[in-house]
Nanobody, 122 residues
Framework: VQLQASGGGLVQPGGSLRLSCAAS????????MGWFRQAPGKEREFVAA????????SYADSVQGRFTISRVNPENTVYLQMNSLRPVDTAVYYC????????????????WGQGTQVTVSS
């Protein structure tokens, strides 16, 4: 399975971005997918995750109510809609896949994309 993240960029505080993660592989629709991020000088952290059907989602407290994770299985794509962005959201965002259950633990995800930079600044 290969994951390709895209959609990052520079946005002003309060703005929005939508990240995409395109996946290859036959098992996409059954796998839990997630988004993680790594800010400069910090550890990579969990952002959001979604079940194979899309019916169950989980969010970090820091993004709850501002970010929405979704997926379109026929298109093998996972999205992260980010609204009300703040400077603290600046990071490289990674999509991850292949988890067998809903989890915030990076080690449980078997596949990783290359990351896309999100910068929130005026």
């Amino acid at each position: 399975v290969q994951l390709q993240a895209s959609g990052g960029g520079l946005v002003q505080p309060g703005g929005s971005l939508r990240l995409s993660c395109a996946a290859s592989g036959r098992t996409f629709s059954s796998a839990y997918m997630g988004w993680f991020r790594q800010a400069p000088g910090k550890e990579r952290e969990f952002v959001a995750a979604i079940s194979g059907s899309g019916g169950i989602t989980s969010y970090a407290d820091s993004v709850q109510g501002r970010f929405t994770i979704s997926r379109v299985n026929p298109e093998n794509t996972v999205y992260l809609q980010m609204n009300s962005l703040r400077p603290v959201d600046t990071a490289v965002y990674y999509c991850a896949g292949g988890a067998l259950t809903m989890t915030t633990m990076q080690a449980r995800y078997h596949y990783w994309g290359q990351g896309t930079q999100v910068t929130v600044s005026s």
